[in-house]
């Protein structure tokens, strides 16, 4: 199976897929936007994600990623570069995901303290790239572009629900 790049959002006039691949001001005014993005995105599941459970997090993340993958490809394309630092549609998304199981995470540490360890274990995954995610960059277009976040994602999840079992144990 080949994957492809959506086709509708050639439609849409170019100031329209930038704004949105860039979440408006945030990806090209700020200082370190994939952060920012990230930051958003925090914001974004704290608004309405966080009551949904994993079902409906899955379920919006999968939305959501869809949506990344036509705009931030098509945004890639019109801008004639890779992955541009700029676009962080795909951080925005991917950041519910960070925070599949939610209540599990919730316990000895207050939830301020989940958030932050979960965002920076997130950007560390999104620009370390361990685990085999760098190679999600290589998949065409906009999936190379959301892929590896969503991964990322899903790696600052998992060591999240390892460290919280790891500290149970403990004591």
């Known amino acids: 199976m080949r994957l492809q790049q959506p086709i509708w959002p050639k439609f849409l006039p170019t100031a329209t897929v930038y704004a949105l691949a860039r979440l408006g001001p945030i990806g090209r005014k700020l200082p370190a936007p994939g952060t920012w993005g990230s930051v958003a995105g925090l914001l974004y599941f704290t608004v309405f994600f966080y009551p949904i459970g994993i079902f409906g997090n899955l379920i919006f993340s999968a939305v959501g990623a869809y949506l990344a993958v036509a705009l931030c490809g098509e945004a890639e394309f019109r801008l004639g570069r890779k992955d541009p630092g700029e676009v962080i549609l795909d951080e925005f998304v991917a950041m519910p995901l960070c925070f599949l199981g939610w209540p599990a995470l919730v316990g000895p540490l207050p939830a301020w303290a989940i958030f932050l360890i979960g965002v920076a274990l997130f950007r560390l995954f999104d620009i370390v790239k361990p685990f085999g995610i760098k190679r999600l960059q290589d998949l065409p277009a906009g999936w190379g572009v959301v892929v ?16 919280k079992i790891a500290w149970m144990a403990g004591h």
């Open 148 to 163: 590896d976040d969503l991964a990322a994602a899903l790696a600052a999840c998992a060591t999240m629900h390892v460290m």
